[in-house]
């Protein structure tokens, strides 16, 4: 079955950290570029953060720059969000998708563009 599973979502304190994953099955991100999106109720679905299948270069987000890190291991076929100094407006669930370009977009994609989805991890920001 090919398919995008994630896991590490749950509950922080603000200030604090947490990791994402997003493992593929059933196929190889090699040549997959991912990105991150997120989405509070309410709200539009927030792009804007990429890690590319070419070199592995990486985008932010203006609202997570500096704060999260994208980094993808081939070998185990996973891409990871790394979320530090968490804020009270980052709870939302979040989803990694997987598109087969080697490069990551200069401009946000459609939603349909993409090959893969994750099934969405929820993400809790409370004192």
């Known amino acids: 079955q090919l398919q995008l599973v994630e896991s590490g979502g749950g509950l922080v304190q603000p200030g604090g950290s947490l990791r994402l994953s997003c493992a593929a099955s059933?196929?190889?991100?090699?040549?997959?570029?991912i990105d991150w999106f997120r989405q509070a109720p309410g709200k539009e679905r927030e792009g804007g953060t990429c890690?590319?299948?070419?070199?592995?270069?990486?985008y932010y987000a203006d609202s997570v720059k500096d704060r999260f890190t994208i980094s993808r291991d081939n070998a185990k076929n996973t891409v990871y969000l790394q979320m530090n100094s968490l804020k009270p407006e980052d709870p939302a669930v979040y989803y990694c998708?997987?598109?087969?370009?080697?490069?990551?977009?200069?401009?946000?994609?459609?939603?349909?563009?993409?090959?893969?989805w994750g099934q969405g991890t929820q993400v809790t920001v409370s004192s």
């Open positions: 998708a997987a598109i087969k370009y080697y490069y990551c977009s200069a401009y946000p994609r459609g939603l349909l563009e993409y090959d893969y």
């Open positions: 059933g196929f190889t991100l090699d040549h997959y570029s």
């Open positions: 890690i590319s299948s070419s070199d592995g270069s990486t």
